[in-house]
């Protein structure tokens, strides 16, 4: 099974024509919600992905936070390798605020954490030690001392730790060396190559971090696909072509995926290609919770599309 102690908000998402200046109010936007955070994302595609996946999360006590319960009841009788155990705090659940130009699908978000930092850390390691798991899926929206603690009690019990260094925290400099394997974007990484005083290019940072990660590093590069680095392999995975509306949450249906494939058993290169193809899909829809894919979704679209050349690169 695998675990991922993470975020859980409530997503308000307005489509709109462009994005507004500072001080300027753009007044056609077409609203959607849906539950969101990257923790419940990335679990929900681990589920989706088709393994055994607990969401650990954090909600407030208000009306947001039966919302999200009826999301995660619904997502459950859906899916049967999802479980949820969500820890209750006084006050606000996370929300978040995410505008999305309908042309390009390009985003600006704006979260307010709300009970993702109020999440008690007792509480989560009695959940961590009454769980049985093979993996833990961590992302940098909680508190770093959660996180570690996460990171630190896994490792001590021999799981493997997939971190995903988003949004990026001054802390993750100190911590992603402890994971198997660590999962960035291109902002993330350059961000973590300027405290690191490293030369920003991602194949560069990549092999850095391969040095480290004893499982290997991936950087994703949006429509320009990933890369992966680990001491014994280095390569290129370009995107799939797909139509993208929408392009919230690619990062989470990749990662999911990719921890999903990789606690399953399947090899460096074929998780990095599921992983890739549900980040493709994803962005084909509206939504970053309503646009992860279901397995089958992932299994048709690579029969029907060319997949692209994997290119070998030279660690030196
Ligand atoms: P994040 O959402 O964390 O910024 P990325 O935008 O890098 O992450 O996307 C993660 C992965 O999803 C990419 O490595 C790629 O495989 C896939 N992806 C993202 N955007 C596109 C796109 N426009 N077309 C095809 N695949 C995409």
């Not at 493997?160 to 992603?176: C, G, M, Q, S």
Request: hydrophobic share 40%.
């Amino acid at each position: 099974m695998n675990i991922v102690v993470g975020s859980i908000n409530y997503d308000f998402t307005i489509y709109v024509d462009r994005f507004p200046e500072v001080g300027q109010t753009v007044t056609d936007g077409t609203l959607f919600e849906s539950p969101g955070g990257k923790g419940l994302n990335q679990a929900v595609a681990s589920a989706r992905a088709g393994s055994k996946t607990k969401f650990i999360g954090c909600v407030g006590d208000d009306i947001i936070a039966d919302m999200l319960l009826d999301f995660l009841k619904q997502e459950s009788k859906k899916n049967k390798n999802f479980q949820h155990t969500l820890i209750v705090s006084k006050g606000k659940t996370g929300c978040a605020f995410i505008t999305v130009r309908s042309d390009d699908g390009k985003n600006e978000i704006v979260v307010s954490p709300g009970a993702n930092k109020r999440i008690n850390k007792s509480k989560v390691y009695q959940e961590l030690k009454r769980s049985k798991f093979d993996s833990i899926l961590l992302q940098c929206e909680l508190e770093e001392d959660i996180v570690e603690m996460c990171i630190h009690f896994s490792r001590k019990n021999g799981k493997r730790v997939f971190l995903n260094t988003a949004p990026f925290k001054e802390w993750v400099k100190d911590v992603y060396h402890l994971a198997d394997f660590v999962v960035m974007n291109e902002l993330e990484a350059s961000a973590l190559a300027s405290r690191l005083k490293l030369n920003s290019d991602t194949s560069h940072i990549a092999r850095y971090l391969a040095d480290k990660v004893s499982g290997g590093a991936l950087i994703t590069l949006g429509e320009k696909g990933a890369i992966f680095c680990n001491k014994k392999e280095f390569f290129h995975m370009p995107a799939f072509s797909v139509r993208s509306v929408d392009t919230v949450g690619a990062g989470d249906s990749f990662c999911g995926y990719f921890a999903s494939f990789i606690s399953r058993g399947y090899s460096i290169k074929e998780a990095v290609v599921y992983a890739s193809a549900a980040g493709a899909i994803s962005t084909t829809k509206k939504g970053a919770f309503s646009s992860i894919p279901y397995i089958n979704e992932v299994l048709r679209f690579l029969k029907n599309s060319q997949k692209p050349e994997i290119k070998e690169l030279s660690a030196s």
